[in-house]
């Protein structure tokens, strides 16, 4: 007796997403850098066309990347590529489902495409990762399909204030609704605007039925380490790589490489202090109170 396999559905892209739980996803922009972020030990890698920072500086439209240059990025490395979509631009997750991506995020670093909707991500047979800064935006992603969920923070900044925000808010609300009794769920699902199932799912599970990991500032191995210690499963890191070190491939390697050890061993300050060493100059932050309402990517979504 055969069977037929089943491909794409929740359950299974969910699993995919688990399959990241301790690791690093690194932002790349070439297929160097894919190589370089696996030599160091990068779970999966981000493929864009600049890194947040760049983004932020040179404003304008940003859109999904050039799917040759994903391509090549794929055709470089090992572990799972990822690709970023506007939010609403089902159009270019179609396409980078067509290319064979392993991840789509519907990222608010790229410019909105609509100012309504998110993409129906249950259409889509490609899991998808998307950004929340409180509970109620976590699960209305979730509902819509998202396999994973992290942290919005302010990407770009090398300023890791923000995803400390949002991660405390996150998991300070699944707290909140644990300690509601079920009758008042209905209630909190109205407030939260989110589905009813999954703030029951969250009130006897105590966590958010996808993974969650940290996104936005993440700049040194300290940083890593602090967001797991907060509670998060894992960590991306986008400028807060490639924007270090002055540039030197060196010495971004061996912050990489500093970066995946951390949230490894976020528990031991012995070693989180002898891999900090020697790591060369951090990229230069911003403080996020210098930036005006429109120049916060993390506002976008809803």
Known sequence: MTTTPHTGTLRVKTGFAEMFKGGVIMDVVTAEHARIAEAAGATAVM???????DIRVDGGVARMSDPKMIKEIIGAVSIPVMAKVRIGHFVEAQILQALGVDFIDESEVLTPADESYHI????????????AKNLGEALRRVGEGASMIRTKGEAGTGNVVEAV???RTVLGEIRAIQARPVEEL???????QAPYELVRYVHEHGKLPVVNFAAGGVATPADA???MHLGLDGVFVGSGIFKSGGGDLGQIEKRARAIVKAVTHYQNPDI????????GAPMTGINIDSLIPS???AERGW
């Open 186 to 192: 209905m209630t909190v699902a109205r407030d939260l």
């Open 165 to 167: 925000r949002h991660a």
């Open 225 to 227: 380490a602090l967001m």
């Open 272 to 279: 989180l202090a002898e891999i900090s060493e020697d790591i």
């Open 295 to 297: 120049e916060r990517l």
């Open 47 to 53: 493929a864009l066309e600049r890194v947040p920072a």
């Open 120 to 131: 129906d991500k249950h259409a889509f047979t490609v899991p998808f990762v998307n950004g």
